[in-house]
T-cell receptor, first 115, second 116 residues
Framework: ETGVTQTPRHLVMGMTNKKSLKCEQH?????MYWYKQSAKKPLELMFV???????ENNSVPSRFSPECPNSSHLFLHLHTLQPEDSALYLC??????????????FGDGTRLSIL | AQKITQTQPGMFVQEKEAVTLDCTYD???????LFWYKQPSSGEMIFLIY??????QNATEGRYSLNFQKARKSANLVISASQLGDSAMYFC?????????????FGSGTRLQVQP
């Protein structure tokens, strides 16, 4: 198994649909992250979870709802999205204990298109 | 607040030559970490190299080295002996260590194209 796995790789949905993005890490890390990468914009942090607890919400609209049932799994539930939500959604994990030199390991991302 | 600036939207380099990708940063933290990531067209973010703010030596990882100039707040990535497979987006990023916050702040990236 690769370190961080995201499913699905591609998702097309209408604005009224409900869908979920899934992320799983096999690295034994204790922190997980959601980032959004839109065209022509830097990667934007969305949410941070440390030891299953949400520690950051970067003013993300409520139509994005994260869930972290354990340190290995992270979900992003999507509901009533807007066309501007079309982007690449990247999940990452890292070890937050110890020194700050631990890099985040990223999944391949889910490319989301809103019709 | 932290900020990362990458002023080169695109760079070209000939195969086997060296190339420097620029990164400047702004932070009020005394302790911070600087990272470089590579993103091929397939989308995954690949960690390349790390430099801590208190590291006295410039970091090196194979063909990658980081030219860290703390007083100038710059952390440029040097790729030696470029290969065609190096063509990708490159992102500079940083974390705050004074507060223990590990989330990354990214720059806008530089698209590197290696020409044969």
């Amino acid at each position: 198994e690769t370190g961080v796995t995201q499913t699905p790789r591609h998702l097309v949905m209408g604005m009224t649909n409900k869908k979920s993005l899934k992320c799983e890490q096999h690295l034994g890390h204790n922190a997980m992250y959601w980032y959004k990468q839109s065209a022509k914009k830097p990667l934007e942090l969305m949410f941070v979870y440390n030891f299953k607890e949400q520690t950051e919400n970067n003013s993300v609209p409520s139509r994005f709802s994260p869930e972290c049932p354990n340190s290995s799994h992270l979900f992003l539930h999507l509901h009533t999205l807007q066309p501007e939500d079309s982007a690449l959604y990247l999940c990452a994990s890292s070890q937050v204990t110890g020194g700050g030199n631990q890099p985040q390991h990223f999944g391949d991302g889910t490319r989301l298109s809103i019709l | 607040a932290q900020k990362i600036t990458q002023t080169q939207p695109g760079m070209f380099v000939q195969e086997k030559e060296a190339v420097t990708l620029d990164c400047t940063y702004d932070t009020s933290d005394q302790s911070y970490g600087l990272f470089w990531y590579k993103q091929p067209s397939s989308g995954e973010m690949i960690f390349l190299i790390y430099q801590g703010s208190y590291d006295e030596q410039n970091a090196t990882e194979g063909r990658y080295s980081l030219n860290f100039q703390k007083a100038r707040k710059s952390a440029n990535l040097v790729i030696s002996a470029s290969q065609l497979g190096d063509s990708a987006m490159y992102f500079c990023a940083m974390t705050q260590m004074d507060t223990g916050r590990r989330a990354l702040t990214f720059g806008s990236g530089t698209r590197l194209q290696v020409q044969p």
